[in-house]
């Protein structure tokens, strides 16, 4: 599953001058955008009545410059205009601008709690070189955070694991996910979460592709994985029901194929000559 964006240059110029461009305007971590779900264009937040906190350049698209901005928790939104939860953007949005809010949110949420130092407590300034701030007490430096997580497709023959957890939509099943431990590999991820949320064992992992994914700063590495052993324990607290479906009786499913767990279960379906449950 490539994921290339050529088009988009991330660019050195960390502190470009505010101009023109595509403006990504977060409410915390809300979108603001117009009846056709794009972001600002062609001008300047301060344009549609806006008052940037602070802005970060994030690169250019074509020849188009793009900035991420946040405007103070009360703002409202300019006529013609409403704040989105990135999530329900999905599916509505171009998924080109889909890719770069979500880039946006997370530089943007990155600068928004990393004002003062993690270490001594001084306000930060921003690096002159880098994506990153600055104590100018302690010298510490603070990155955007990313967070490796894994996702899996845990395969039996003609069936597939899937899971709802407790903050799942009605009725709907994923692929079994989690984020990466210190110390840990993906892989060595993908045996203990499978084993921790389910009690099931597996082994012949397959790499499939990664996605960045802003909910809220993860990285995900995709796998394939087969049923080794193991009766299904779904975990108190997490997993809320999980089974072995067959691929002609799939339960209800995440809309779309922008995840790469949707994109996992495409892929089992495809390959026992079946498409995809709309």
Known sequence: MPDARPEFVPSPLFHSVPRPGLWFVFRKRELLVDEHYRPIEHMLPEQRGLTVVRSQFLGELGSVPCFAAHVHDDTSAPAGMSFFDLRALLGRMQHELVWLAGRAVQIAEWDRTHQFCGACGVSTEPHPHSRARVCPVCKLEQYPR????????????PEVLLARGPHFPPGIYSTLAGFVDPGESAEQAVHREVFEETGVRVHNLR????????????????????????????????????????????????????????????????????????
């Open 146 to 157: 990313v967070a490796p997580a894994m996702i899996v497709c845990v395969e039996r023959g």
């Open 207 to 278: 790499y499939y592709t990664s996605q960045p994914w802003p909910f809220p700063h993860s990285l995900m590495l995709g796998f394939w994985a087969d049923y080794e052993s193991g009766e299904i324990v779904p975990e108190a607290g997490e997993i809320e029901h999980a089974a072995f479906f067959h691929v002609d009786a799939l339960p209800k499913l995440f809309p779309g194929r922008f995840s790469v767990g949707q994109q996992l279960i495409a892929d089992f379906c495809a390959r026992h000559g079946r498409a995809l449950p709309p």
